[in-house]
Nanobody, 120 residues
Framework: QVQLVGSGGGSVQAGGSLRLSCAAS????????MGWFRQAAGKQREWISS???????YYRDSVKGRFTISQDNAKNTLYLQMNTLKPEDTAMYYC??????????????WGQGTQVTVSS
């Protein structure tokens, strides 16, 4: 059974930094990507960033230049370094694992979420 355990959230002032971690275990399939999503109160969950098996990284425009996704394969851990945080970054952050489904890479497993709150 896949387990994704997110941690590292907290409360910071605008301009501050946080590093989220996601410890992964129990995979019965090869992932095609790992990613971070977030959901603010009253809004839909949105994709933030992903990293593919070849190391390619992708970011939502609003976080480009501020957030950095990385992974440590030896530790089976995914990270999201978040710098220059803004109040609009306040949300519950989720890590996720994707598996290949036909031609698509579909996010199939989710962590429990870690709260990030940025005050102005």
């Amino acid at each position: 059974q896949v387990q994704l355990v997110g941690s590292g959230g907290g409360s910071v002032q605008a301009g501050g930094s946080l590093r989220l971690s996601c410890a992964a275990s129990g995979f019965t399939y090869s992932t095609c990507a790992m990613g971070w999503f977030r959901q603010a109160a009253g809004k839909q969950r949105e994709w933030i960033s992903s990293i593919e098996t070849d190391g390619s990284t992708y970011y939502r425009d609003s976080v480009k230049g501020r957030f950095t996704i990385s992974q440590d394969n030896a530790k089976n851990t995914l990270y999201l370094q978040m710098n220059t945080l803004k109040p609009e970054d306040t949300a519950m952050y989720y890590c996720a694992a994707a598996r290949r489904t036909g031609r698509d890479c579909v996010y199939n497993d989710w962590g429990q979420g870690t709260q990030v709150t940025v005050s102005s």
